[in-house]
């Protein structure tokens, strides 16, 4: 009987381990915990081959509707992740930051006992416009508070549009700022060791980064540009490269034929004087 299961199995799903690991990280577990001893319950229910072809045709069955129906399953949960994750606002637009944003979230809330809200009138119109999220770190004589959380409203419409966040001893984690007031994030900046590590832009609106700066000590380092628009939130496709040094953008690389390679070099030959870049080959860095 294991043969013909197995030789019907294959006849329908040629490649039905590989298939079932996408699904089933652990397929062959929860398969053997199920029928601890399939050949052998199968002989004492059916002792003839007509039976045991019948149950093994009829298993195959089962198990393709429920591939079939898992597939659906699937497809329908990615279609509503899609549809939630362009419904999301502000914060929720810039997901290819890489962090998720539930830990940050939690820092701004008022719900850990060891919490303290302040909130402040920078603008004298009466309406609270900063609001700091520290936490009680220590006990007793050694008590102190520590800022966590701060969300401004830089232009008085109720709206939050700078928020950033620290870490429990107080350095910057990641600030996000809406630079255009438009009620969306389109500005993430990530600190390291307190110092900024990378920014990222959405520059025309779409809820999708378009701009990654990263920086070296604190100053720009590399800038990569989806010119474009190829970029999805698990793929980032740049198609230009901007070089710095000493805060001032050298190079430049272009792709100008969508396959992710540099076909042309400009650069700032006013400060850096080298060879002709028309003579260049494409696809080559002239520094």
Same mark, same amino acid.
């Given at each position: 009987m294991k043969n013909l299961v197995e030789a019907r199995g294959s006849a329908r799903e040629p490649n039905w381990e590989a298939r079932g690991s996408a699904r089933e990280p652990n397929w062959e577990a929860r398969g053997s915990a199920r029928e601890p001893n399939w050949e052998a319950r199968g002989s004492a229910r059916a002792p003839n081959s007509e039976?045991?072809?019948? &149950?093994? *045709?009829?298993?195959?069955?089962?198990? /393709?509707?429920?591939?079939?129906?898992? /597939? &659906?399953?699937?497809?329908?949960?990615?279609?509503?992740?899609?549809?939630?994750?362009?419904?999301?606002?502000r914060s929720k637009s810039l997901a290819s930051a890489g962090i998720e944003q539930n830990t940050y979230?939690? &820092?701004?809330?008022?719900?850990?006992?060891?919490?303290?809200?302040?909130? $402040? #009138?920078?603008?004298?119109?009466?309406?609270?416009?900063?609001r700091k999220v520290f936490l009680r770190v220590g006990e007793g004589s050694l008590a102190?508070?520590?800022?966590?959380?701060?969300?401004?409203?830089?232009?008085?419409?109720?709206? &939050? #549009?700078?928020?950033? $966040? $620290?870490?429990?001893?107080?350095?910057?984690?990641?600030?996000?700022?809406?630079r255009n007031f438009d009620g969306r994030m389109d500005e993430i900046t990530? %600190?390291?060791?307190?110092?900024? *590590?990378?920014?990222?832009?959405?520059?025309?609106?779409?809820?999708?980064?378009?701009?990654?700066? %990263?920086?070296?000590?604190?100053?720009?380092?590399?800038?990569?540009?989806?010119?474009?628009?190829? /970029?999805?939130?698990?793929?980032?496709?740049?198609?230009?490269?901007? $070089?710095?040094e000493e805060g001032r953008m050298m190079r430049m690389g272009t792709d100008l034929d969508g396959d992710g390679k540099v076909d042309?070099?400009?650069?700032?030959?006013?400060l850096r004087r080298g060879p002709d870049l028309s003579k260049a080959p494409a696809g080559t860095d002239p520094a």
């Open positions: 039976a045991r072809a019948a &149950k093994a *045709l009829f298993v195959c069955a089962l198990v /393709s509707l429920a591939a079939v129906a898992c /597939s &659906k399953q699937t497809t329908a949960v990615r279609a509503n992740s899609a549809v939630d994750a362009q419904g999301h606002s979230d939690a &820092k701004c809330q008022n719900t850990n006992p060891k919490y303290e809200v302040s909130e $402040y #009138d920078t603008s004298g119109d009466g309406k609270p416009d900063v102190r508070l520590v800022l966590i959380c701060r969300e401004s409203d830089l232009n008085a419409d109720g709206n &939050k #549009d700078v928020i950033r $966040y $620290y870490s429990d001893e107080g350095r910057p984690l990641r600030e996000e700022a809406d990530v %600190f390291q060791e307190g110092q900024i *590590l990378r920014q990222e832009f959405d520059n025309n609106s779409d809820a999708k980064v378009d701009t990654k700066i %990263f920086f070296d000590a604190g100053k720009p380092l590399r800038a990569e540009r989806d010119l474009n628009g190829r /970029s999805t939130a698990d793929r980032w496709q740049p198609d230009r490269w901007e $070089y710095f042309r070099w400009d650069r700032d030959v006013n």
